[in-house]
Nanobody, 122 residues
Framework: QVQLVESGGGLVQPGGSLRLSCAASGSFVSIDRMDWYRQAPRKERELVAISRSDGSTNYVDSVKGRFTISRDDAKNTVDLRMNSLKPEDTAVYYC????????????????WGQGTQVTVSS
């Protein structure tokens, strides 16, 4: 079993910054992807940023240039640095991982964190 624990959410004024962190723990061989999603009230959960094991990243258009995802494979952590925050960034942010649990087994498993609230308001 794999656990993902997020931290770093909170209340920030428009234009401010926050850094979210997610730590993976448990028994696994490798993590293919560690991503950040968010879900605003009455909206669908959306993919915000992707971090792959090869170092590549992708972002949803609405956060490009403002958010940066970074990953530390030695610590099994992924951070989301959020700058120039806007009220529309208000949401619960979730960490998501695609994990290989066993050596030689191709099947991958998906895990979610419990979420951390980010509120952007004056």
């Amino acid at each position: 079993q794999v656990q993902l624990v997020e931290s770093g959410g909170g209340l920030v004024q428009p234009g401010g910054s926050l850094r979210l962190s997610c730590a993976a723990s448990g028994s696994f061989v490798s993590i293919d992807r560690m991503d950040w999603y968010r879900q605003a009230p009455r909206k669908e959960r959306e993919l915000v940023a992707i971090s792959r094991s090869d170092g590549s990243t992708n972002y949803v258009d609405s956060v490009k240039g403002r958010f940066t995802i970074s990953r530390d494979d030695a610590k099994n952590t992924v951070d989301l640095r959020m700058n120039s925050l806007k009220p529309e960034d208000t949401a619960v942010y979730y960490c998501y991982a695609i994990v290989q649990l066993e050596i030689g087994v191709q099947r991958r498993y998906q895990y979610w964190g419990q979420g951390t609230q980010v509120t952007v308001s004056s």
